[in-house]
T-cell receptor, first 111, second 115 residues
Framework: GNSVTQMEGPVTLSEEAFLTINCTYT??????LFWYVQYPGEGLQLLLK?????DKGSNKGFEATYRKETTSFHLEKGSVQVSDSAVYFC??????????FGPGTRLSVLP | GAVVSQHPSWVICKSGTSVKIECRSL??????MFWYRQFPKQSLMLMAT?????????EQGVEKDKFLINHASLTLSTLTVTSAHPEDSSFYIC???????????FGPGTRLTVT
């Protein structure tokens, strides 16, 4: 079956540091890939997505590129802020089927 | 944009009682909705797939007689937790797939606490 693996953290960074959260996936077909963010006590917010190989999703300074050859979708941000502290989930969905989520990565950004 | 609502957003109930959670697509129709559960500090796990007008499909290990799902219309699916126990305390999130599309949207979640 399909699966998603991501670094679980927690990750602690200083403000303005560079962020990378690794995500790799296993899928039988050609899934769409997503990053969701969850703030404490809240639901999921879609951060970015990519639907095919070599697509780059971007939003609010975050970026991720769909790499089919390495089955990866790593999340990056050049300069994190305290307000980016949250849990980040990498996920996939294939042809409108259910989402499969990674374990989540807890990010803490210190001032 | 497409909006999915859940009601209630949080609920506290006593052990042994039943709780119904609603998932509504507000501005689109959805023949398929998915129900997920998230325990504290864990990821989301699929519980069941709800299809309008037919029986839900449950994931392995999810008791269908305990978690009753009804998808009676193209905009509403309900999850009823029957005879709730403290171990059912969790965050329940639904997603709805736009009819005729692969696009899906998540609801804001319902936090259930069973005392």
């Amino acid at each position: 079956g399909n699966s998603v693996t991501q670094m679980e953290g927690p990750v602690t960074l200083s403000e303005e540091a560079f962020l990378t959260i690794n995500c790799t996936y296993t899928a039988t077909g050609y899934p769409s890939l997503f990053w969701y963010v969850q703030y404490p006590g809240e639901g999921l917010q879609l951060l970015l997505k990519a639907t095919k190989a070599d697509d780059k999703g971007s939003n609010k300074g975050f970026e991720a590129t769909y790499r089919k050859e390495t089955t990866s979708f790593h999340l990056e941000k050049g300069s994190v802020q305290v307000s980016d502290s949250a849990v980040y989930f990498c996920a996939l969905s294939e042809l409108g089927q259910n989402f499969v989520f990674g374990p989540g990565t807890r990010l803490s950004v210190l001032p | 944009g497409a909006v999915v609502s859940q009601h209630p957003s949080w609920v506290i109930c006593k052990s042994g009682t039943s709780v119904k959670i609603e998932c509504r697509s507000l501005d689109f129709q959805a023949t398929t909705m998915f129900w997920y559960r998230q325990f504290p500090k864990q990821s989301l796990m699929l519980m069941a797939t709800s299809n309008e007008g037919s029986k839900a499909t449950y994931e392995q290990g999810v008791e269908k007689d305990k978690f009753l799902i009804n998808h009676a219309s193209l905009t509403l699916s309900t999850l009823t937790v029957t005879s709730a126990h403290p171990e059912d305390s969790s965050f329940y999130i639904c997603s709805a797939r736009v009819i005729g599309s692969y696009e899906q949207y998540f609801g804001p979640g319902t936090r259930l606490t069973v005392t």
